[in-house]
């Protein structure tokens, strides 16, 4: 079992900056991923990038060369790095666990993310 909790949700204007945080807990030792996903308003929710245990990331087309996600083993942390943030960045932002790779199992409530001027 896994629990994750997300962070740092808020409202910037085109250009900014913002960093998340996802607080993972529980059986962290089996957690063969972490991802972030978003869902905008009446869209489908999408993977916007992901972090394997043995570090290898990858990225949505749409975030690369601007968003960054990194963890902190000690902390139990995963944080996506967002730059140059756009309106189209706006959305829900959610924290997931793949445990044992068996999918995405593990989700967090989410945090607003608001890019606006």
């Known amino acids: 079992q896994v629990q994750v909790v997300e962070s740092g949700g808020d409202l910037v204007h085109p250009g900014g900056s913002l960093r998340l945080s996802c607080a993972a807990s529980?059986?962290?030792?089996?957690?063969?991923?972490m991802g972030w996903y978003r869902q905008a308003p009446g869209k489908q929710r999408d993977l916007v990038a992901r972090?394997?245990?043995?570090?290898?990331?990858n990225y949505a087309d749409s975030v690369k060369g601007r968003f960054t996600i990194s963890r902190d083993n000690a902390k139990n942390m995963v944080y996506p790095q967002m730059n140059s943030l756009k309106p189209e960045d706006t959305a829900v932002y959610l924290c997931a666990a793949d445990y044992r790779a068996g999918g995405w199992n593990y989700w967090g409530q989410g945090t607003q993310v608001t890019v606006s001027s």
């Open positions: 529980g059986s962290i030792f089996e957690i063969y991923a």
């Open positions: 972090i394997f245990s043995g570090g290898t990331t």
